[in-house]
């Protein structure tokens, strides 16, 4: 069976990663950016390259259903798969097993503590730290009252981890075609910039850009973020994500943190407004203010990339539009998190028509 997978970012190349382990598939990716999703940009053309690759599992207040479901099983899928593909490419994916440290600023802490309980009937650990306990393991942060711990959360380089994805799909025999825009489909055929791609099954996992191909309206909503370096580490230990009032503090390791992000959304009519310097700031000042070795940090390098956010309806959209064409796109703000669930519902869909 021929299968195309259209676009190329961290939905995209999971899918074609996950399918590459079935025999008898013919698989080919196109993506209209000439590279695959790049390190180092300022303004990304996709999602991937500009996400924090935080992981929120058990830290999400979402207590059951499918939303929770994909998102553990990303975590389960990341826990088993990093060394895999490591071993497969000879490539290093940096990926942060300390869990997620979420400070909480109002000592109303009933809805966690309710959560814990749910978890742990899960299996899932999830701890509510006083203000003692959050001084004694990190005394550099502030003002937070307290904080909840969930050490099975966890971050993940998306670009590292999508190269990697995409170098293991090609060892194991995938075709990827990049510089190559898709412009329209009829059926099956694909009609992209290079000329015309004939196949069986077709995935849409363009992000943003699916809105140019298929009846479906999916808005950016941009995110800005910032690298930062420190003259010296915030701590010796190996540090958790920190998160606070919904901004992330990631550890790269040498000093160096990540720091975001915003979130603009763009006009009535789908416009994209340029990044917005106050929002930013407004994400460094928060940041600061829970720990304040940040003020004055070097700055390396902001960024920004927009997410991909389905109009009117839950995210993801998983979902065949036409016998053997299916969308697997809309991933918004968790798109490294679903990914992995993501390709296996795709993969099952496609093991049902063999
Ligand atoms: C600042 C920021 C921080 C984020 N942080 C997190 C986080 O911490 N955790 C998390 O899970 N998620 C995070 N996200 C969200 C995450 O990045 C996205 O949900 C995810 O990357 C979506 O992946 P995707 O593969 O669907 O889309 P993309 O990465 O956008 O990839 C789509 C690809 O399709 C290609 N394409 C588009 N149109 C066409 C066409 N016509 N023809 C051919 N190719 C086409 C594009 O070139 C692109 O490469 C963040 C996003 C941003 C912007």
Known sequence: MR???????VVGATIAYELSKISDLEITVVDAQPTPVQADLT?????TGAALGVLMGAISKKEKGR???????????YNETVSELEEL?????????????????????????????????QDLALEVWNQERLKLEFPFLDRAVAAIYSPSDRQINPVALTQALIEGAKLRGVNFQFGTKVIGRQNQQIQTSQGVIESDYVVISAGVGTSGIEKIDIRPVLGQAIHVRLPKPLSDKPL?????????????GNSEYWVGATVEFPTEAGEVLPPDRAMFDEVMRQA??????????????????????????????????????LLATGHYRNGVLLAPATAAEVQE??????
């Open 3 to 9: 299968i195309t997978i259209v676009g190329c970012g």
């Open 43 to 47: 303004e990304y053309p996709n999602a």
């Open 67 to 77: 939303n929770l479901r994909m998102r553990l099983a990303g975590i389960q899928y």
């Open 89 to 121: 490419t000879g490539r290093s994916i940096p990926f942060n097993r300390q869990g997620i440290l979420m400070l909480q600023f109002s000592d109303d802490l009933e809805v966690w503590h309710r959560l814990v309980e749910v978890r742990r009937k």
């Open 240 to 252: 958790p994500v920190i998160t606070g009032d919904d901004v992330h503090i990631v550890t790269l």
């Open 288 to 325: 600061i203010k829970f720990c304040p070795a940040l003020k004055g940090a070097e700055i390396v390098r902001s960024w920004f990339g927009l997410r991909p956010r389905p109009q009117g309806r839950p995210a993801p959209v998983i979902e065949e539009i036409e016998p053997n064409v």
């Open 349 to 354: 869909k496609i093991i049902k028509k063999l």
